[in-house]
Nanobody, 125 residues
């Protein structure tokens, strides 16, 4: 399984951004996916997860007013829309996918076994 995250960059506070994660290597629409992030000097943080069909999703409570996760199974691609970016959103964002082919939204990182290389988001004030 290969996951390729893209869409990061240097942006201004208040801007919006859409990250993408292109997947290959198995039937994309059978597996739940998620975004995590790691800020400099901090632990990895859960951002959002979505189930295999894209009908159920969960965003970390502290982020749910600005972050939205979605997927297009016809394009084998996962997305993360971030609105009103803040300097504290500066991090490397990783997409990941689970091993179980079911309709569950997985929040716990232990379920995620395949990871992309990450895309850097830097928000300047």
């Amino acid at each position: 399984v290969q996951l390729q995250a893209s869409g990061g960059g240097l942006v201004q506070a208040g801007d919006s951004l859409r990250l993408s994660c292109a997947a290959a290597g198995r039937t994309f629409g059978n597996y739940g996916m998620a975004w995590f992030r790691r800020a400099p000097g901090k632990d990895r943080e859960f951002v959002a997860a979505i189930n295999s069909r894209g009908r159920d999703m969960y965003v970390a409570r502290s982020l749910e007013d600005r972050f939205m996760i979605s997927r297009d199974n016809s394009k084998n691609t996962l997305y993360l829309r971030i609105n009103n970016l803040k300097p504290e959103d500066t991090a490397t964002y990783y997409c990941a996918t689970v091993s179980s082919a079911d309709g569950t939204v997985y929040v716990n990182v232990r379920h995620y076994i395949y990871w992309g290389q990450g895309t850097q988001v830097t928000v300047s004030s």
